[in-house]
């Protein structure tokens, strides 16, 4: 009996528990309470802490990859094999030591398996010099890869953050912005923060591709944050993803402050024109027009202004309910649990507990601040042309996208200083301008700063 | 012309990414992309205004209706006291006949059982029901 008690205890995973995966327990009861408790963004919180915990477990059969080539992870020089050909492996075995070729890299020098199988051949002998993606070896097995092995590749492969989108475009009114066209410009101005974020992030020494990741957290725009960050800096994704779902929760605390220091209680108190009605030709023929418009500009981000619009076309043409309905519920919903938890199984300790998991949620609340200014700004220039039609400044916040709360917090804050000011429908133009916007320069970025 | 030679990819190949470039240049490169989405957006905004535009001129509003209203077959019933404001009764009763589109008899009018404003109520309700996720 002792011995059948000593054997079952080899087999469990208390031993392989380490400091990182318990710190990292913390942040998911943290981002659990944040979710649940305080309800912010819980649709994709409460997903995401969840992947965080099962990534944080000594977990088997659910990351580990199909067996297959196993790729050099970075330019690399091969220093030595820990295992030989025929060698039984198992997830989280070193294979082995690598030397990064490039001396400013950062990257773990350490090859792990991240399946099970046999080891059928060495490709690369000690010595021997390798390009990131060049095949180290190859495992075989029967077994196929864990669940979220598969899960992530919608990540991997950019296919969830457009799926998302289409059901966004299913769910998006852009009738106010069609009705007063002119908001297009406040969600334009929006962008400022995600500009000037690149260049905070470049002074702080992060590289590119990292700083236009970590800047377009500014935009509010949670599949458009991690779409760009999968293509520039797939090392941070999982920083990126929380603090700019985490900060989009906190909207009503971040933006009020910086709309009083911005405008003052006359600009308050406009109140702004009716909205006049739009046809549906209009709809329809605004879908296509930022389709092509956009497509052409910025081809990179075709993916997402394609899958956007096209959600948007299928509820506005008014001929396709089930597909509408399929888009604004049942496609989004299953989406969103695999983003979520997509996104949160990569919260290893290992990836998440860094100096530069600190300095992105400090980047991304200036990002949202200077969004949220570059907004207002804008509607205070334009008011200077503007005299029969003036806009309220305070709905040049709703410019940055986190829809509909960026526009929720313009008219509570428009109705503190006018209780019969409702400037819920005005705000609502810049706000869908602003996922435009933010689908724009993450374009320019994947575009000009090499994304694959 | 620095601006339209980052208007294609291909004419600045991975340039910004080697990270050898000074914060002046990156300032620029900043610029640009905000020119570029400005550009974009007002592009987009003159394009749906001048849209719009024509389109309510080829598609006039119906002009409103010019016939006399036929006199009232029966007198109206005589307004009960309820210590509302009269315009407030016409608004209600607009909105009554805007949505049931035929006649009725507003009988009483009872404040929503709520300590928040309906409005807010009503809106945040369709915003949240239509948009769940982001």
């Known amino acids: ?452 | 012309m620095a601006v339209l030679s980052l208007l294609h990819p291909a004419s600045m190949p991975l340039a910004a990414a080697s990270g050898s470039f000074t914060f002046l240049y990156q300032v620029g490169y900043q610029a640009a992309g905000m020119m570029i989405v400005l550009g974009a957006l007002g592009g987009l905004w003159l394009i749906v205004a001048a849209l719009g535009r024509v389109l309510r001129l080829s598609q006039p509003d119906h002009p409103p209706v010019t016939r006399p209203l036929a006199a009232s077959p029966s007198p109206a019933p005589a307004p009960v006291d309820s210590g509302l404001d009269p315009r407030l009764i016409a608004a209600i009763s607009a909105a009554i006949h805007v949505t049931l589109k035929s006649r009725f008899q507003l009988v009483s009018i009872q404040p929503e059982q709520t300590h928040t404003p309906a409005w807010s109520q009503e809106g945040r309700r369709e915003i949240y029901q239509s948009h769940r996720v982001r």
């Open chain 1, 1 to 452: 009996m002792y011995d059948n008690l000593v054997n079952f205890l080899q087999l469990t995973a208390f031993n392989l528990v380490t400091w990182q995966m318990c710190v990292m327990w913390i942040v998911v009861l943290v981002l659990f309470y944040l979710a649940v408790f305080k309800e912010f963004e819980p649709l994709l919180l409460v997903p995401i802490a969840f992947g965080a915990l099962i990534a944080n477990l000594p977990t088997q059969g659910v990351v580990n990859q199909a067996p297959g080539p196993v790729l050099a992870p970075f330019d690399a020089r091969v220093v030595a094999w820990h295992v030989r050909v025929g060698d039984e492996v198992k997830e989280g075995m070193k294979l082995a030591t690598l030397a990064p070729t490039n001396p400013n890299a950062r990257d773990e020098p350490v090859l792990v398996a991240r399946s099970h199988g046999k080891l059928i051949s060495i490709v690369a002998p000690v010595g021997a010099v390798v390009l990131e993606g060049q095949p180290l070896t190859e495992v075989y097995s029967n077994e196929p890869g864990g669940l979220f092995y598969y899960l992530s590749k919608g990540i991997h492969w950019e296919l969830f953050p457009p799926l998302i989108f289409l059901g966004v475009g299913a769910l998006t009114d852009f009738g106010p912005l069609i009705a007063r066209p002119i908001t297009l410009l406040l969600g334009g101005a929006a962008q400022l923060g995600v500009a000037m974020t690149f260049l905070g992030a470049t002074l702080l020494g992060f590289s590119s591709g990292e700083a236009a990741s970590i800047g377009i957290i500014g935009g509010a725009d949670g599949p458009t944050a991690i779409f760009t960050a999968n293509k520039l800096a797939p090392h941070l994704l999982s920083a990126i993803a929380v603090a700019a779902y985490s900060y989009m929760s906190l909207v009503p605390l971040i933006q009020p402050p910086i709309m009083r220091l911005l405008t003052t209680k006359k600009e308050r108190l406009i109140r702004m024109k009716s909205l006049r009605p739009v046809s549906k030709l209009e709809r329809l023929l605004f879908a296509v027009l930022v389709t092509v418009v956009c497509i052409l500009l910025v081809p990179a981000a075709s993916a997402l202004i394609a899958m956007l619009m096209l959600g948007n076309f299928l509820r506005e043409c008014g001929v396709t309910d089930r597909l509408v309905k399929a888009s604004q519920n049942e496609i989004i919903n299953v989406i969103t649990i695999f983003l979520g938890t997509s996104v949160g199984m990569t919260m290893t300790g290992e990836a998440f507990l860094r100096a530069e998991t600190l300095k992105i949620i400090g980047l991304g609340v200036v990002a949202f601040g200077i969004s949220t200014a570059g907004g207002i700004l804008m509607a205070k220039v334009l008011n200077l042309f503007l005299r029969n039609d003036r806009i309220n400044p305070l709905i040049g916040s709703a410019g940055v996208s986190a829809v509909p709360m960026a526009a929720r917090v313009s008219h509570v804050e428009g109705q503190k200083y006018d209780t019969g000011n409702y400037l819920l429908m005005h705000a609502m133009g810049p706000n869908v301008a602003g996922v435009i916007g933010t689908a724009v320069i993450a374009g320019y970025y994947i575009a000009t700063l090499g994304g694959h």
